[in-house]
T-cell receptor, first 109, second 111 residues
Framework: RKEVEQDPGPFNVPEGATVAFNCTYS??????FFWYRQDCRKEPKLLMS???SGNEDGRFTAQLNRASQYISLLIRDSKLSDSATYLCVVNPGFQKLVFGTGTRLLVSP | DADVTQTPRNRITKTGKRIMLECSQT?????MYWYRQDPGLGLRLIYYSFDVKDINKGEISDGYSVSRQAQAKFSLSLESAIPNQTALYFCATSAQYNEQFFGPGTRLTVL
């Protein structure tokens, strides 16, 4: 089993739609969690950290479920500029980050 | 100016050649990392360093070596490049358990 698993997509949605991505992780001792965004052939950039209580940043909401070992990202009112690959990232407690392979999102007019 | 820079940005080389990829950062972070990214495989850690005297192997260190010349510089070397080392290489930095900041990447092609 992979340490971090994501549905690769692509998710094709129209502008204005709400879309959700899930990610599961295998190490129950994992300490911190992130969502990164990566545009084609560009470097990954932090979108948001994920906290136990859940957190929101504008149109983006992240949730963590430690009991089920999954993380979610909800994007409301999708924009064309949201088209990218979203990477689920987990710190398993060994001072390194483990990256999922990413979920690709395509937002169309 | 970018906080994390990588040189070269693109490189085409031949099998058996030695090649060095360089990374510099102005963020003042102690921790630096080298990753490679391949389609469908995501980012995989090659080597990482938590300070100038510290070097650690990642999950795919075979065929690579690194040098941490200073807090701000971390180089990745391929002593004898082979075609399956063709990939996109990223350098990253971080402070403790915080987010990692990535350089723009080096696209390496080994013929």
């Amino acid at each position: 089993r992979k340490e971090v698993e994501q549905d690769p997509g692509p998710f094709n949605v129209p502008e204005g739609a709400t879309v959700a991505f899930n990610c599961t992780y295998s190490n129950s001792a994992s300490q911190s969690f992130f969502w990164y965004r990566q545009d084609c052939r560009k470097e990954p950039k932090l979108l948001m950290s994920v906290y136990s209580s859940g957190n929101e940043d504008g149109r983006f909401t992240a949730q963590l479920n430690r009991a089920s070992q999954y993380i979610s990202l909800l994007i409301r009112d999708s924009k064309l500029s949201d088209s990218a690959t979203y990477l689920c990232v987990v710190n398993p407690g060994f001072q390194k980050l483990v990256f999922g392979t990413g979920t690709r999102l395509l937002v169309s007019p | 100016d970018a906080d994390v820079t990588q040189t070269p940005r693109n490189r085409i080389t031949k099998t058996g050649k030695r090649i060095m990829l360089e990374c510099s950062q102005t963020k003042g972070h102690d921790r630096m990392y080298w990753y490679r990214q391949d389609p469908g495989l995501g980012l995989r850690l090659i080597y990482y360093s938590f300070d100038v005297k510290d070097i650690n192997k990642g999950e795919i260190s075979d065929g690579y070596s690194v040098s941490r010349q200073a807090q701000a510089k971390f180089s990745l070397s391929l002593e004898s490049a082979i075609p399956n080392q063709t990939a996109l290489y990223f350098c990253a930095t971080s402070a403790q358990y915080n987010e990692q900041f990535f350089g723009p990447g080096t696209r390496l092609t080994v013929l």
